[in-house]
Each structure stands twice: as structure tokens, then as C-alpha cells.
């Protein structure tokens, strides 16, 4: 068969190439929004577009949207997905769908010939859109739900149409594309690879729609088996009761089980890959209406969380929310995902902000120039986001599965440390796309330095009473008194309920180091956060060393201390006469003098290492030869005299 631009696929296939070692690393942490550009072309009242609404007021850094491949060469896509990347931001592009005009009796590309042209769409697609406005490139959106068999009834669990040998879903087959696609010289395509027309740009794989883990292990353990190196996986962790995420049968199970569910997946593909791989959410919402609605101000306060956990965990490269504009044409479950609403007026016109869409903008002006977050996203409700002027909080309030029991939209809010309240219908506009709950300009507060005032030179030992010092607090011009907040940290972990001026040491803190965060806020507004120099805790005792004296105990020999020394641990020797302590004798081995005649000696052993209470023995005595009794004196001034008289 001869494909365009004469290339015939009898050519002979290259060597394969060795995969690379690491994958490519995002660029920055994306909070962004899955979109449907081309499909919402309406303008808002004030004539902006969906795209430049989400980069300007919601202040997103990604948008995900796709170019389908029937629909490739379209302007209406490719100008719409052009509005991210005028705007600063970065495109997640979905290389996704059928084309009946090449497949032939089948969903997906399943021969050579399919997979050159779908490359052939994703090159040219990728040339018109810009490489340098892509965040990743994802390979099919949900290749378990959009399988273009529905003609057929088949189901996800049936065996592959396309290919019976393959396991259900097809993982093989995906897996082969994805491979092709990166290298296309394995099946001698004529094509360049996504990493020649996209240099740098991360390559996703693992596109289906929630978890489902045996498909996971068998796509994963193609690609490890054929040297396909990718650089993320796609997740959609929508847990509401019908994905095999764990705990999701709690519907509509929360963001902490969405996270946790990442997370698993995450641990799941470096098992079968082999390498621990960035997690892309590029799909996950709650929706306002539907079997497992959730209210329009419990979606903001979820949206914040999600977006929160998801950060702390590590593991993932950024959060696309679904939807960026709400759905039209679509049951009503579908068309209640979205940050922004229709015009009632237009619908095909974006309308006003949710409060989902007002939290986001709030958070994404909150952290857009830190660089991390910090706890531990299964268990902490406050989180520490690192920025160029120190350290923010954010708070996950702490009344029970609600995070907030208030309904306004004002106090999503507190989730950032901002208590000002708004009414519903209130004017948010004057908070959308500002930083919230932070004053940057820290000029004229006077802090520090903060210390902790110990009982004792440390380190210090259980049952002690630690109290932070916060120094000198001056903030010029406050109208009401500056507040501190205390949080000590065991190893740099927050302690769950140490949030008091003054902390005592408990069993658990043995061996650790502890310091305290204090953070200064006048009124509801933080100023700044502060951390501690730690203080080491003693840990459990050292072992007594068991000791030997080994040599002659006479006058003139050499005696030595002799015993198994732990790891890590410094010793101090003192030699003593009848159980004092002998000047200058401080050496693991002692010169017995003509003095020692007749006396004890031993010698006491101090063990010492850093956070552990200091250790010490003391040897059996030996006895030196030698000593002189009454009768023996006199003998000996007989034996003198009465060689006097044989002289």
C-alpha cells in the first residue's frame, strides 16, 4: 500500500531508538480549565470571548481543549485555541476522535496507514496552534468512554472489535499509538515525532477517564517494554460512584477522595512503568445539578480544596477544572459543570461568574506567584504556600465534611484568610483576580527575631516547656491590635493541636527537632509568617558500654579500656584510684605509676551523641601489684639488717 507522498509501508523499519531516561518536566504548576473554545464563539456583554475571559478574569494558566481530527484544518479551532497563548498562558491540546474519512471499520487507529495519518493531524495541528503555546499534548481524550462503537453495543469490558488478542479497551492498541506517534521510524511512517514538532513539550498517555486499573497495568507495561518514554499521565477523577477510585461509593465523594484516588494511580503506574510519572487532572468538577449534585457554594469550596490537595501532594503538574463555560445542549447533570454561566439573553454567550468561578479567580490570584505547598494533603486542613515575600496560609476550615456552614459565596473566602463577608448577589467584582487574604508590601512591620526560650541548654528532654519568643511587633498604623497565631512543627510537621504561645515536650517528640511558625495578622489581614530556628529533643538513652581492663596490673605496665562502641556515639574516659579521678588521665589506656602500688583502679566511661541523653559505666576494679603490708615492711627492714651483717 502506498501512502501520500509515496511512501510505501514495505519500507524497512529503523532500529529502535533507546528511550530517554527522565521525562520532560512542566514548566510551571497549571491551575487551569478544561474548555470548549470552538463550540462557545459567543461574546459576553462586554465583547469578550470565553478564552479571554478564562485568561484575564479567572486568571487561569492553562486552558485544555481540543482540535478533533474530522474537524482538523477547521479555523474556528485553531483560531479559538490561539486566544491562550496571546494572553501568557499555556494550551493542554487533546490529539483525539475518529476521522471516517481514513478509518476504516473501526473506532480507532489500529493500522500503520491510521496511525501516519493521525499523525500526519497532529503535526499539522501542532504547527498551526504554535509548540511554544502548549502546556503537554495529550494523546485522546477518555479512550474508554469515546470509543465510536455505540452502533455495535459494545461495552468497555467486551473484547477489542479491532483486535481480538487485545485485552478489553484495547490498551494495546492505544499503547501502540502513542508509540507511533513519538516514534514513528519503529513502523518506517516518513513523519516527524511529536518531540520533533513540539521540542520540550510533554507527552501524555493514560487517557481514560477515571481508574480502571488492569487496562492501566497493560497499556503501562507496553510502553515500559517498548522503550516509549512519556512524560505524565492523564487522570479524571470524577468520584461520584462510578469509578473505581476507593471510597467513591460515598457519593458525591469529596476532593480529599478524588486526590487520594490521583495519588493511588500515581503509585499504580510506577509499579508498571517504572518511573514515577507527573499526574495531569485534566478533567475533574462537581456538578449543581444531576443524582449527585452538590450546591453552587459547596462547588467553590470543593474546587478550592481540590485545588489545594492536589498541589500539596507533589505528584501532580496541574488541575484543569471542568468546565470553563457550562455545557449547552446536554442533560441538565452535564450542563451545571461550568465556572462561568450562559447569558440567559445569548446562551451561546458566556454569562456571570458561578462562585466556583469566583473562588478559582481567587485562588489563582492568591498563589500565581509562589512556587509551592506544603502538608500533607490526607490529613492537614492548613497548607503553606511559598512565595517570593515568605510564607501563606491557606485554611481548610475544620467543622466536618462541609467545609464552611455558611451558604454566601463571601465566605469561600476564609478558605484563603480573607473573613470579609460578601451577600449573596453582593458585588465580588472589586476581589475577583486579586490577591486575597496577603498584604505583599511588608514595609514599616517590625518582627523578630522569633526564638524559643528553653528550661534548659538543649537539647532539651520530655516534660519540658517550650515558649516561642516572637521578639519585637510593630505594625505602624494598624487600628486594632496585631494577632498572633502559633503552629509548632515536629521535623518540620505541623503537631495537631499545638497552637499555642508555649508547647511541652511529649514522648513522641523524641529525637526530633522542634520549631514554631508564628503568623501576624492585624484585623483579617495576614502580614507575614515567621519560622523558628528548631530545638533538638533528647532521644531514648544510649546503652551502657560493658568494660574490660585488660593488661599486667603492676607498676611500670599499661592498662586499657576495652568495650563495643555504638554508631555515632563519642566517648570520654577517666581513670580513677580508690574511685577518685586521677589528674590528666582521660585516655582509653593508663600508665600505672609506683603510687598505684597496692590500690583500686578503674576507669568510667561517658557516652555522648546529639539528641540523646549522655550514658555512662564504670569498670570492676583491678587491684596493682605490689603494696606493702606492716609485715611486710618489717621483713623487709629485717632482710636490709641482716645483710648488713653478712657485708
Not at 479491532?162 to 513523519?191: F, H, I, N, Q, W
Not at 514538532?197 to 507527552?203: E, I
Not at 490570584?365 to 504556600?385: H, M
Amino acid at each position: 500500500m502506498v501512502l501520500a507522498g509515496g511512501l510505501s509501508l514495505a519500507s524497512p523499519v529503523t532500529p529502535r531508538p533507546a528511550a530517554a531516561d527522565t521525562p520532560i518536566v512542566p514548566d510551571r504548576w497549571y491551575m487551569g480549565a478544561a474548555s470548549h473554545l470552538a463550540n462557545n464563539a459567543g461574546r459576553a456583554a462586554d465583547g469578550m470571548l470565553i478564552g479571554e475571559i478564562a485568561m484575564t478574569e479567572l486568571r487561569a494558566t492553562s486552558l485544555r481543549d481540543e482540535a478533533a481530527w474530522e474537524d482538523s484544518g477547521d479555523p474556528a479551532y485553531t483560531d479559538a485555541l490561539a486566544v491562550v497563548g496571546q494572553h501568557g498562558g499555556k494550551l493542554v491540546l487533546v490529539l483525539d476522535y475518529g476521522n471516517p474519512d481514513v478509518l476504516e471499520g473501526g473506532a480507532f487507529p489500529d493500522t500503520a496507514a491510521e496511525r501516519r495519518a493521525f499523525l500526519g493531524y497532529a503535526n499539522q495541528t501542532i504547527a498551526t496552534v504554535g509548540s511554544e503555546n502548549l502546556a503537554a499534548i495529550e494523546i485522546w481524550n477518555e479512550w474508554d468512554i469515546y470509543m465510536g462503537w455505540w452502533d455495535q453495543g459494545l461495552k468497555w469490558d467486551d473484547p477489542c472489535p479491532d483486535d481480538p488478542t487485545d485485552a478489553p479497551g484495547c490498551p494495546v492498541m492505544y499503547s501502540k499509538l502513542v508509540e507511533a506517534l513519538l516514534y514513528p521510524e519503529r513502523e518506517g511512517l516518513g513523519l516527524p515525532s511529536l518531540r520533533q514538532t513540539a521540542p520540550g513539550v510533554p507527552v501524555l498517555a493514560n487517557a481514560i477517564s477515571a481508574r480502571d486499573a488492569d487496562w492501566t497495568t497493560k497499556s503501562m507495561n507496553y510502553l515500559r517494554d517498548h522503550d516509549v518514554q512519556v512524560d505524565g499521565a492523564v487522570i479524571h477523577p470524577y468520584v461520584n460512584g462510578e469509578n473505581d477510585c476507593p471510597d467513591s461509593w460515598n457519593q458525591p465523594a469529596g476532593p480529599l477522595v478524588a486526590v487520594k484516588c490521583v495519588t493511588l494511580v500515581a503509585d499504580e503506574i510506577e509499579r508498571d512503568y517504572g518511573q514515577r510519572l507527573p499526574m495531569w487532572v485534566t478533567e475533574v468538577g462537581w456538578s449543581r445539578a444531576g443524582a449527585n449534585a452538590v450546591t453552587a457554594d459547596q462547588q467553590a469550596r470543593y474546587l478550592v480544596e481540590l485545588y489545594v490537595r492536589a498541589r500539596a501532594t507533589g505528584d501532580t503538574a496541574g488541575v484543569w477544572w471542568y468546565d470553563l463555560m457550562d455545557d449547552a445542549g446536554v442533560d441538565e447533570e452535564t450542563a451545571n459543570y461550568g465556572l462561568v454561566g450562559r447569558d440567559p439573553a445569548a446562551p451561546d454567550s458566556p454569562g456571570e461568574l458561578h462562585p466556583a468561578g469566583q473562588a478559582f479567580s481567587v485562588l489563582a490570584g492568591f498563589w500565581e506567584d509562589c512556587t509551592s505547598v506544603t502538608g500533607d494533603y490526607r490529613t492537614d486542613r492548613t497548607f503553606l504556600v511559598s512565595c517570593p515575600e515568605g510564607t501563606r496560609k491557606i485554611i481548610l476550615d475544620a467543622t466536618g465534611p462541609e467545609l464552611l456552614a455558611a451558604s454566601e459565596y463571601g465566605n469561600v473566602m476564609d478558605l484563603l484568610g480573607q473573613v470579609n463577608k460578601v451577600p449573596p448577589g453582593g458585588d465580588v467584582s472589586p476581589l475577583i483576580g486579586h490577591p486575597v487574604g496577603v498584604t505583599a508590601d511588608l514595609r514599616g512591620v517590625t518582627f523578630g527575631p522569633l526564638t524559643i526560650t528553653t528550661p534548659r541548654t538543649p537539647p532539651v528532654e520530655v516534660g519540658d516547656t517550650l515558649v516561642a519568643n516572637p521578639g519585637l511587633v510593630d505594625v505602624p498604623g494598624a487600628n486594632s491590635p496585631p494577632t498572633l497565631e502559633y503552629f509548632w512543627s515536629r521535623d518540620g510537621r505541623s503537631i495537631p493541636g499545638a497552637t499555642a504561645a508555649s508547647y511541652t515536650v511529649v514522648e513522641a517528640d523524641r529525637g526530633a527537632k522542634l520549631s514554631v511558625t508564628v503568623n501576624l495578622s492585624v484585623g483579617y489581614y495576614p502580614l507575614g509568617s515567621w519560622t523558628s530556628d528548631s530545638v533538638a529533643v533528647i532521644g531514648q538513652s544510649l546503652t551502657p558500654p560493658n568494660l574490660t581492663i585488660t593488661g599486667q596490673a603492676k607498676a611500670g605496665q599499661q592498662l586499657r579500656v576495652s568495650f563495643n562502641p555504638q554508631t555515632g556515639v563519642t566517648y570520654t574516659y577517666q581513670w580513677l584510684r580508690n574511685g577518685t579521678a586521677i589528674p590528666g588521665a582521660t585516655t582509653a589506656t593508663y600508665k600505672i605509676a609506683k603510687s598505684d602500688r597496692g590500690q583500686a583502679l578503674s576507669v568510667m566511661v561517658t557516652g555522648a551523641a546529639t539528641g540523646y541523653a549522655s550514658v555512662t559505666a564504670t569498670s570492676s576494679a583491678v587491684i596493682v601489684q605490689g603494696g606493702s603490708s606492716w609485715l611486710s615492711r618489717l621483713m623487709g627492714w629485717f632482710l636490709s639488717w641482716l645483710g648488713c651483717f653478712q657485708r
